[in-house]
């Protein structure tokens, strides 16, 4: 079981679902935002998701892309991630994992990102932009360092696709939650209960929906059928207008919402 697994698992057994926190490398500067995600630990993520800033952020909505646009105008590097996620990881036992567009893999190239996280302590990746059968390389990298790939899936996809996807991933599923980019909605689309189920059917053991979870009463409704709410654009937004005490309130009112009565789906 990896580290990822295991936090997840250990929320379960805590009677909770999962709560996995996002939040950009860099923003408002890379300090801040290694204190940014320490906070989120200390304040009831279980999983931590940081994004290094790319230049095409084609799924993110548009706080995050302020932020991020923010991040790279200070003069954000590739290499700043693995120095944030060394810190982190100093500073605390909750998983860091790396959400990143398929492209700044490439060109810092798949074995030596690879390495370089699993060096500074990271567990995985989430890749929002690449499919499995694309991902050769990537797979071949992550079973050799152990480190977690976390596709996703989405309302279209096909049974096949999913059962793909199901194969293909470790740690969780990165469970979309509505078509569009990330932000938050009001209502979530009924659609991610029933890929839920679908991806259940095909024998996933661990799904954490994302994209427009913004309240604690959503991630209660997420984790009554999912193992874990995937959180963003609302403590990107604390972060920006009210800083690490901001951040900090914010992530305990939505830890709020974790308490579950699913049972879990162990492998």
Not at 120 to 131: H, K, R, W, Y
Not at 230 to 253: F, N, Q, S, Y
Request: charged share 20%.
């Amino acid at each position: 079981m990896s580290r990822v697994e295991a936090a997840i698992q250990q929320a379960q057994d805590a009677g909770r679902g999962a709560f996995i926190g996002y939040l950009p490398v860099g923003f408002p500067d890379l300090e801040t935002s290694i204190q940014a995600a320490i906070t989120l630990a200390e304040n009831g993520v279980d999983v931590i998701e940081l994004g290094p800033p790319y230049s095409d952020p084609v799924m993110d909505g548009l706080v995050i892309q302020e932020a991020t646009q923010a991040a790279l105008a200070a003069g954000f590097r590739m290499r700043d991630l693995f120095t944030a996620v060394r810190e982190i990881t100093a500073a605390t036992d909750v998983p860091v994992v790396v959400m990143t567009y398929w492209n700044p893999v490439l060109q810092y190239g798949v074995d030596r990102f690879a390495d370089d996280l699993l060096a500074a302590g990271g567990a995985g990746l989430i890749t929002p932009d690449i499919t499995p059968e694309a991902a050769g390389e990537w797979i071949s990298a992550s079973t050799r360092t152990g480190l977690d790939r976390i596709f996703l899936a989405a309302p279209t996809s096909t049974d096949e696709r999913l059962q793909l996807v199901v194969e293909s991933s470790t740690g969780f599923i990165y469970t979309v939650s509505t078509m569009g980019i990330t932000g938050e909605r009001a209502d979530l689309d009924k659609a991610a209960r029933t890929l839920v189920s679908r991806l259940r059917t095909q024998g996933a053991s661990r799904a954490c929906v994302g994209i427009g979870i913004s309240t604690a009463d959503q991630i209660a409704d997420v984790v009554g059928y999912a193992d874990g709410a995937i959180v963003g654009t609302a403590l990107v937004r604390a972060l920006r207008d009210g800083g690490l005490a901001a951040l900090a309130d914010v992530t305990k009112t939505l830890a709020a919402g974790t308490p579950s009565a699913v049972p879990s789906h162990e492998n």
